[in-house]
């Protein structure tokens, strides 16, 4: 049984030497991000990890060969409340926000919202799609660090 409403979301660390501060603060945040996109949140897992193994994922699960920063899975059903797997690389992560000068805390809560914009519906496969994602990462982003 969940004790508070965070506790249905969870951070988990497959990467070494990676510490994620106020993790309870951005579990907040995350809850009134899913309330405002009109989208129930069962359970939600980040999985912080490597290049190398989020591009095993990316091969075994996706048939892509080829690094990224961010993948999600959505485990529920249609028309259940969301229940997802975010998977991210640190590695990726940190090498995106030195090639776009940006803090890696910022690139990071950036690349969290992208996986949480993901389960709440938004894609990115076209350029308006990829256009829509931007401008609501950069939304939360502004809500998140004004806080």
């Known amino acids: 049984?969940?004790?508070?409403?965070?506790?249905?979301?969870?951070?988990?660390?497959?990467?070494?030497?990676?510490?994620?501060?106020?993790?309870?603060?951005?579990?907040?945040?995350?809850?009134?991000?899913?309330?405002?996109?009109?989208?129930?949140?069962?359970?939600?897992?980040?999985?912080?990890?490597?290049?190398?193994?989020?591009?095993?994922?990316?091969?075994?699960?996706l048939q892509h060969d080829f690094y990224t920063d961010i993948i999600s899975f959505e485990m529920a059903d249609k028309g259940h409340p969301s229940q997802g797997e975010i998977y991210i690389s640190v590695d990726r992560v940190r090498e995106n926000a030195n090639l776009h000068r940006e803090s890696f805390q910022r690139e990071l809560h950036r690349v969290i919202f992208h996986g949480a914009l993901h389960l709440c519906g938004y894609r990115d496969k076209t350029k308006k799609e990829e256009l829509l994602m931007r401008q609501k990462e950069e939304e939360y982003l502004s809500l998140y660090f004004k806080q």
Not at 21 to 50: D, G, H, V
Not at 53 to 61: A, E, K, T, V
């Open 1 to 61: 049984m969940m004790n508070k409403a965070t506790d249905n979301i969870s951070f988990h660390y497959i990467s070494k030497g990676f510490s994620f501060p106020n993790r309870n603060q951005c579990k907040a945040f995350l809850l009134k991000l899913f309330r405002k996109e009109k989208t129930q949140l069962e359970q939600l897992n980040y999985i912080f990890c490597s290049d190398e193994y989020l591009l095993s994922i990316n091969r075994d699960f």
